[in-house]
Structure formats: structure tokens, C-alpha cells
């Protein structure tokens, strides 16, 4: 009896100390909107930058437009993806260079992968992204196109903002369930 007491409360004990570290590996939604829009944006760049001299050379202008549109509607979202890295890699500030690089990285790596058909398939994206109108529009985009992102990680629970939340009940999980992040996807076939 001793033993699975002494078991029990270690568990109980592991489980306290594991729940601050779980917590910070989960997206808020304001987090997981800046994911997708920062990877729309990453994908984009790479795409101008390979099909430049492919035979699309106008889609760096078109992306040059494109930052220009959403320069100030990149700003909340860069400032989510600093925020989720402050929060979750604290100890490694370079983490968020990391996470940009390899995202790059995997998304010139799928365009590799579909060879000569990235650049026609890809090339409609950029429109489809300039007649957008916020960041959530662009977010909702990325999604819908199915753009690689490397962020798998699941929402949040939300916080109750009801007077039950006030008086210290606990809130509900969020049944925002993560977007699982392909690690191999053809870049542009499902765009």
C-alpha cells in the first residue's frame, strides 16, 4: 500500500511540474494565425526567389507588391511569433531564426520536389493572396491552400472570460485541434 501511495503522489507530483512546460508548447489562436501567416509569407518568398529565373521573373514584383500591401498587417503577427518563442524557448533566443530558416528550408525542399510544375501551380497563389484584406484572411488562405507549416503544435485551452471564470472555475479545452504540419507536401498541387 506504502509503494503505490509513494507512486501516486510522485505522479501527482511529475504531473504539477510537467503542466507549467505542456502548457507552453501549445498555440494560442492569435499564435497559430501569425504561424499560418508567416508561413503564407515565407512561401511566397521562396517561390518568387526559385521561379525568378524559371521563366516567372513578374512574381518578385508580385511579392514585392505583397509585402507592400500587408507591411502593416505583418507587424501583429511577427509580434505572436516573438511572443510564442519568448514563451516557449526562453532560454534559446535564436529559436525563432531556427524556426524561420527551416521553414524556408522545407518549403524550398517541396518545391524542389515538384521540379518543373512549381512555378505554374504556385504562380496563382500570389494573386490569390493580394486580393486578401488582414492578416486573419491571410491566415484562413494558408490554410485552405494547405501551405507547409511546420507548426504542429496543439491550441491553447481558451480562457473562460464568463462570470463562472471570474469566480475561478476552470476553463474548457479548446476543440481548436492543431493543423498537423506535413513534412512532406507538394508545394504547389494543392494550391
Known sequence: MRTSTARLLLAGLAAGFAGPAI?????????????????????????????????????????????QKFQSEFQAPARNVQAHFRRTEARNPRAIDAYI????????????????????LVAPL????????????????????NILNLQDVPACPERATTPAAARGSRAAPSRTPARPAASNRSAAATR
Open 101 to 120: 530558416t527551416n521553414l524556408a528550408n522545407a518549403q524550398q525542399q517541396d518545391a524542389s520536389r515538384s521540379g518543373t510544375h512549381f512555378c505554374p
Open 23 to 67: 502548457a507552453q508548447a501549445c498555440l494560442t489562436s492569435a499564435e497559430r494565425t501569425a504561424f499560418e501567416v508567416r508561413a503564407l509569407q515565407s512561401q511566397l518568398q521562396v517561390a518568387a526567389l526559385l521561379c525568378r529565373d524559371n521563366g516567372y521573373p513578374q512574381l518578385e514584383g508580385e511579392y514585392r507588391t505583397f509585402v
Open 126 to 145: 500570389f494573386r490569390a493572396a493580394l486580393a486578401q484584406n488582414s492578416a486573419s484572411d491571410l491566415a484562413q488562405m494558408a490554410v485552405e491552400r
